[in-house]
């Protein structure tokens, strides 16, 4: 019981101090200190609990704590009321004024006459969710310390430092994260699943710029979409079957619970993104990169998929499933194509976010032990990859004033390590589907077995995500003329994180079979009884594979003085520094090497329309279907 608490207290306790705290040494050593203690924390407990056989429920006998939890919920209702109004944006405050009048209806009318046995339950898939929050959060909160200062002190200085408020909102973000995946009263989801919605926000919304604003309004209006069907799923549930705990619910069975679990994954569709409502997330990326890498990696996205992963047994076999599968099949699809169209690295690593949770959201809607397994290796390596790529990308951003990949030409060169770190973090992008891609990779195979027409969405993805990963890889490890290095002036705490997250990318390869026996197999066998393996060949086809594309940027690591840059060969038509060369009419021409993008055929403005449409009448069909079951 201290543990799953401790984890919610401990980053409330931070924000606090932080708030408090106007002495930037002392703040940045509480960062430091309560970032390691939640790391701690998350470590203590997945080595004291994980082999645990039980699931553990437990519950907070405090009288008021109810009452006090609607207060939180009420005085958010009214805070994003007064945002909307502010901003005059009804639809905001119209939505935030329902849900709250129907949850303080439904508290005083229902609620408080329902007894919920465990406020608190801690099982497998929990443990793993908090190994990622709090691991590569805390990684992010360190990282934040400095890049804060130089993004105000040197880059942007026009822009107000409000980087204590955005700190401290970072903390609460990790706590409420931790309050969804330990909370099993699904009214105290609720409140934090509203105040991550409220933290997302006021994140995205820091600069306060025209642009930054309109984005935030636009991830609160979605998100509050979401909130409302999970209110009414809420309702929906107490009403019916009398209950308002997710064990329970887990447990009912297709029958009486269909209809609240597709508003409750209706809910973890906007929160991840999905198609139709991919937009906010692509929005997200005019926030300060520490807030671009925490929604993407560990908090908010992960919040949505991880819901729809708790009903991923409901959901099998139905109809229901099958339009979310599609759902995430058609975002996994569009959104890796458009990547390719992409040369902003943020956006790059936005569209990839979406495609990859839109893989998630397939194996979750079709259910089985196969594609569960699937879906949560593909959480553990894209919350460590990508947040490792948007860290890098952030200090790449304010070395070269530029995040267009085409401005990365020669990276290698000027800035060795970022380099060969961020092609650790895009290795480890593909190599885990590589991994499993060898003769029995647990998605196809799901796929194949349950509707093969859903491998072919995964199959012309993949494709599109090799291409764009690739295309930026090479960008890296071009050299064109002499560069001069520019890597200097990197904090501690920066190279701490992109060290750790560095590192655990490149174990989580090298081991995941270990992993996967050791963390995610006991859980599918608790949920099915059977579980996926990996057999001896594989293994050591995976472990040949892995270890010869590992070679590719470990060799770059004596990059500098060691390796001498030579020309390219151009006929014999180089001239000046070896960047220019004489072309016709002997006018010299400096020498350009950049990627084809497509965007003619494969931009945003010409499939996002096509992925939202589609979207939106597989979310129709979902919905009608549920009713009819109801």
Not at 576 to 605: L, M
Request: aromatic fraction near 14%; glycine fraction near 6%.
């Amino acid at each position: 019981m201290f543990l799953p608490v401790a984890l919610i207290i401990v980053p409330l306790l931070c924000a606090f101090f932080i708030s408090l705290i106007s002495n930037s040494r002392i703040r940045d050593f509480i960062i430091f200190f309560f970032s390691g203690i939640i790391c701690i924390l998350s470590l203590t407990l997945l080595f004291t609990t994980y082999h645990s056989e039980k699931i553990q429920y437990f519950s907070i006998d405090i009288p008021s704590i109810d009452i006090l939890f609607m207060s939180i919920e009420v005085f958010i209702g009214i805070f994003i009321v007064f945002i909307g109004i502010k901003y005059k944006r009804l639809s905001i405050s119209v939505l935030a004024f329902i849900q709250t009048v129907i949850m303080v209806w439904f508290e005083f009318s229902t609620g408080h006459k329902i007894y919920v046995a465990y406020n608190f339950f801690v099982d497998k898939l929990s443990i793993l969710m908090a190994l990622v929050i709090g691991v590569i959060g805390s990684l992010i909160c360190v990282y934040s310390v400095n890049y804060m200062k130089e993004f105000h002190n040197q880059y942007h200085k026009e822009i107000k430092d409000r980087s204590r408020a955005l700190l401290s909102i970072l903390f609460i973000f990790i706590s409420a994260m931790f309050g969804i995946i330990f909370f099993n009263n699904l009214t105290w989801i609720y409140l934090a699943w509203e105040i991550t919605t409220l933290c997302s926000f006021l994140l995205i919304g820091y600069k306060q710029t025209e642009e930054s604003r309109k984005n935030a309004l636009r991830a609160l209006l979605f998100n509050l979409m979401g909130g409302l069907a999970f209110v009414i799923g809420i309702v929906f549930l107490a009403k019916t079957n009398g209950i308002m705990e997710l064990d329970k619910l887990m447990r009912i069975g297709q029958a009486g619970a269909l209809l609240p679990v597709i508003l409750f994954c209706f809910a973890g569709l906007t929160k991840s993104a999905q198609m139709p409502f991919s937009k906010w997330l692509l929005g997200a990326m005019v926030a300060p990169t520490p807030v671009s890498a925490l929604l993407h990696s560990s908090t908010m996205v992960k919040a949505g998929v991880y819901l729809i992963l708790r009903f991923a047994t409901i959901l099998e076999g139905t109809l229901a499933g099958m339009m979310i599968a599609l759902i995430g099949a058609v975002t996994f699809l569009f959104g890796s194509f458009i990547a390719i169209s992409e040369s902003d690295a943020k956006k790059i690593l936005a569209y990839s976010t979406v495609a990859n949770l839109g893989l998630i959201v397939l194996c979750a809607g079709i259910g089985t032990y196969e594609a569960l397994w699937a879906a949560i290796l593909l959480i553990i390596f894209h919350a460590v990859s990508k947040c490792l790529l948007f860290l890098c990308v952030g200090i790449v951003e304010h070395k070269l004033h530029s995040r267009n990949i085409e401005d990365m030409t020669s990276l290698i060169i000027t800035m060795p390590k970022i380099s060969i770190m961020m092609q650790i973090g895009m290795a480890g992008m593909f190599l885990a589907p590589f991994g499993m891609l060898i003769r029995k990779w647990a998605v196809l195979k799901a796929l194949v077995d349950y509707n093969p027409i859903l491998a072919v969405f995964v199959i012309f993805g993949s494709s599109a995500t090799l291409m764009y990963w690739i295309k930026w890889v090479g960008k890296l490890i071009i050299v064109t003329g002499q560069r001069e290095k520019i890597e200097e002036g990197i904090s501690f705490g920066q190279w701490f994180s992109l060290s750790g997250l560095a590192v655990l990318t490149i174990a989580f390869c090298m081991f995941f079979p270990v992993m996967s026996s050791v963390l995610i197999e006991p859980y599918i066998i608790e949920i099915f009884g059977i579980s996926v393996t990996m057999s001896h060949g594989n293994v050591v086809i995976m472990s040949i594979m892995l270890s010869m594309i590992m070679l590719f940027p470990l060799s770059f690591i004596n990059y500098g003085k060691q390796v001498k840059v030579v020309d390219a060969f151009l006929c014999g038509a180089n001239t000046g520094d070896g960047a220019q060369f004489t072309g016709s009419a002997r006018a010299v021409y400096d020498i350009e090497i950049k990627n084809y993008y497509f965007s003619k055929y494969f931009g945003e403005n010409i499939l996002l329309k096509y992925g939202r449409n589609i979207a939106i009448a597989l979310i129709v069909i979902m919905f009608i279907f549920a009713l009819n079951k109801a």
